[in-house]
């Protein structure tokens, strides 16, 4: 684990300007010195400075020749303790040969290493070979990227002497590649944890110096953190003010996120621009909570679970949306628990069992209540509700139970269920 500075050295005929980022300015032959003096003051022996040389780039620019190479050059650096590898690489003039330059970089990448790359010289395949390499590196070796640079000689001032090249920072651009993956993981898997991650990471020192957008954006994220998670343990019920009803209810939850996206999309700053296509994505792929009634949470919440295989939240989510449905069917309070347990679970159950009315165990005071959507409720949703509920309780009871349902049967049923039992609402309104 350390710093690393990687470059690769070119073979052009490099002549002296002045390197400049932001109040630095350097003047020398080698954007590499510069980023050096620019970036790695602060570096000890145990950080290292790699520099990738085929073998013309060697003789031209990193050896002595007619003019200081680049060699002798990080050597005569003042008050500077970080050391200085060469590796060779070869040409690249193949698809076999940009596989070996890809090995040499990586092999020399270790865990936990925080990386700077130089993509100024080399071969025109170098930036996307750092692209694919860094990414890799992030997974495999957990690295840390702390910059990737480029030394824009073709940008050059002419009017000054020598002249003046800006050295631009790329480094947002590997930023946005992590934004997108995070974001398709969650447009695939219904996942927030990559996005919150990943804007930790990327938002923080934007967020320190107060950067335009930087914080709209952690707000959005932080709301459709809530929203995902509300999800996963099933807050199905719309709670209104209430403290923290972000953290307990799906409709709130969601209402805030959409509340928090809405500023960001017009938004022109650096930080949201690139952004916005992304949370547009979101956007859409959360548009069936866009109604708040109980009801419709609970299908929305069916259909997105079964599409990110969240096949336990999915029966869990039906179940109690078919209660809720009856309950507004008969115009009860479907956030009352009574009203959902006592009267609509009862109902069903005793009309599935049949058991005729002097047999049943209830409190007297809902007998009316219960007899009324016994006589009313159809057939189809009492044998739906008992099907979706056996499947339920085999899953909560983690397989203990006597008719042990397999997973593949459990992920096509609840399709199945689903599908009938919003057919059955989208008739019976």
Known sequence: MGKKFLSVLGTGRYKDCNYVYGEEKNKTRFVQEALIKTFCSNWTKEDKAIIFLTKDARKINWENNKEKGLRDTLKDLKNFSLSVQDVSIVDGKNTEEIWKIYDNIFNVIEEGDEIIFDITHGFRSIPMLVLVILNYAKVI????????????????????????????????????????????????????????????????????????????????????????????????????????????????????????????????????????????????????????????????????????????????????????????????????????????????KLKFQEKPESEWQIDEKYREGIKKIIDSLDESIIKLADKISQARNDINHFGFSKKVKDYETLSKDIEKYYEEFKEYVETNI
């Open 141 to 348: 070796k957990n690295i840390k990227l702390k910059g990737i640079y480029y030394g824009a000689f073709e940008a050059r001032d002419e009017n000054t002497n020598p002249p003046t090249t800006p050295i631009f920072e790329l480094t947002e651009f590997d930023e946005l590649l992590e934004w997108t993956q995070a974001v398709n993981i969650f447009l695939k898997y219904g996942n927030s944890k990559e996005i919150t991650k990943v804007s930790m990471k990327n938002l923080q020192e934007k967020l320190r110096k107060n950067v335009d957008g930087s914080r709209q954006t952690k707000q959005f994220i932080d709301r459709l953190n809530d929203f995902t998670n509300c999800v996963y343990t099933c807050r199905g019920k719309l709670i209104e003010n209430v403290k923290n009803n972000n953290k307990k209810s799906i409709a709130c939850a969601y209402k805030n996120m959409e509340g928090a996206l809405e500023p960001i999309l017009d938004n022109e700053s650096k930080v949201i621009k690139p952004l916005t296509p992304l949370f547009k994505k979101i956007q859409k792929r959360t548009f069936d909570f866009k109604n708040n009634d109980n009801v419709s949470t609970g299908l929305a919440v069916v259909k997105w679970s079964i599409d990110n295989n969240l096949i336990q939240q999915a029966y869990t989510a039906l179940e109690e949306t078919i209660k809720t449905y009856v309950c507004s069917k008969f115009n009860l309070d479907d956030s009352n628990y009574e009203n959902r347990e006592k009267l609509v679970n009862k109902a069903i």
